[in-house]
């Protein structure tokens, strides 16, 4: 909770209640003394009133989808309910302006609802950001009837909206040096050298001519073929190297941030993935989570994952990431090209690494 003062109100009110007591000093009587006691018990009742109000304030919030795409456009509602037995007058709304959009709902606006009363608020919402936050109404604020003070209150049940990043390409330009870096490794699961290769397997409609081993089909009476071998690929590993931040300490720079290390983690599993590529991606979800991306289908499940997936349950699994990147010699990875991108890296260090 959050008061603030109204300078001006509160001098008005103190000269008032100086007025009223040098008025009941002098004349006395009931009435006098009614109007100074009244005066006196104005901010006190006024500070109840507000408090029973937000005690019965009920808000509702939600988006049309479970999980959004940022910059994407959804349908948000809010329903707010006075389940009390005072009316409420000038409600303020604040809403999250920072991190998302709400097109039909203005910072600030004002709400009044009777005893019992239930309001809704539509609008359309886009979020800016990938990742896991609160959106929408953050806190209220009542104001007295005298506008001597103000009381700001955060919502008891916010709504958190889980974003995820757009797929784009921004990881491919800077990956594409890897092809120079390393070019053994795995078979691709799926693509194929153009040449046939020195496996043979029986002929099938459709196989070219220029692929069928006369020498092995003259041998054994039927027609067989050469069949192409996979071609040679590269594996990668990516280890994802999340910030430990705590929740309360998550702030719109830390939300900038993640936006471009899960935009950049997606869009290199992407890169490699459509190659043909398989990809290891080491990262945190509560413990270190290892998970391959070599086909559409395991992508989708990454990409699921990733936008309210990467997080530490405790410090220790903070320190075991850390120390995985930072051997680079392990046996783990003798054979990988690894690629460690980094969320909030140290001045002077890029945003990823290839080892």
């Known amino acids: 909770m959050n008061i603030s003062v109204n300078k001006k109100g509160m001098i008005i009110h103190l000269i008032v209640v100086a007025a009223s007591l040098v008025f009941a000093s002098f004349y006395g009587g009931p009435v006098s003394f009614a109007w100074l006691y009244a005066v006196l018990l104005l901010v006190p ?3 109840v009133y507000i408090f029973l109000n937000f005690r019965f304030l009920r808000i509702f919030q939600e988006i049309e989808v479970h999980k959004l795409t940022r910059g994407e456009d959804h349908n948000y509602r809010a329903t707010i309910e006075n389940a009390g037995f005072l009316p409420v007058h000038n409600m303020q709304m604040f809403i999250y302006d920072d991190r998302c959009n709400l097109y039909e709902i203005e910072n600030g606006q ?5 005893i019992h009363e239930k309001k809704e608020l539509n609008s359309g919402i886009s979020c800016k950001y990938a990742g896991s936050y609160d959106v929408g109404i953050k806190r209220v604020a009542f104001t007295d009837p005298f506008n ?14 889980v974003v995820s990043p757009q797929i784009t390409d921004v990881a491919s330009s800077a990956l594409e040096l890897e092809n120079l870096i390393n070019s053994t490794g795995l078979k691709s699961n799926k693509i194929y050298e153009d040449a046939p290769g020195s496996d043979i397997r029986s002929y099938q409609k459709g196989d070219a001519l220029n692929s069928i081993n006369w020498k092995v089909s003259a041998r054994l009476g039927t027609l067989m073929t050469r069949v192409p071998d996979r071609m040679e690929k590269r594996r990668v590993t990516i ?3 999340a910030a430990n931040v705590p929740e309360r300490e998550q702030d719109i720079e830390f939300l900038k941030k993640r936006d471009f290390f899960l935009e950049f983690a997606v869009s290199a599993a992407w890169h490699f993935g459509e190659q043909g590529v398989p ?11 290892e998970a391959t991306v ?7 499940d990454f990409y699921g994952q990733v936008a309210d997936g990467i997080f530490y349950r405790s410090d220790r699994e903070f320190e075991e990431l850390m120390n995985m990147t930072e051997d680079k010699r392990s046996s783990d990875y003798a054979q990988d090209t690894r690629i460690v991108i980094r969320e909030d890296p140290k001045p002077g260090e890029s945003h990823f690494v290839i080892c």
Do not use: H, K
């Not at 004002?110 to 009777?114: I, K, N, V, W």
């Not at 990809?279 to 989570?289: E, H, N, Q």
């Not at 070599?294 to 989708?300: A, E, G, N, R, V």
């Open 45 to 47: 009742f006024s500070a």
């Open 110 to 114: 004002s709400l009044s609802l009777d």
């Open 148 to 161: 001597i003070f103000t009381a700001e209150f955060d919502i008891p049940y916010n709504f958190r909206a």
């Open 239 to 241: 280890l994802m190297q």
């Open 279 to 289: 990809v290891r991606l080491i990262y945190p979800s509560g413990t270190i989570i």
């Open 294 to 300: 070599d086909s559409y289908d395991s992508f989708l």
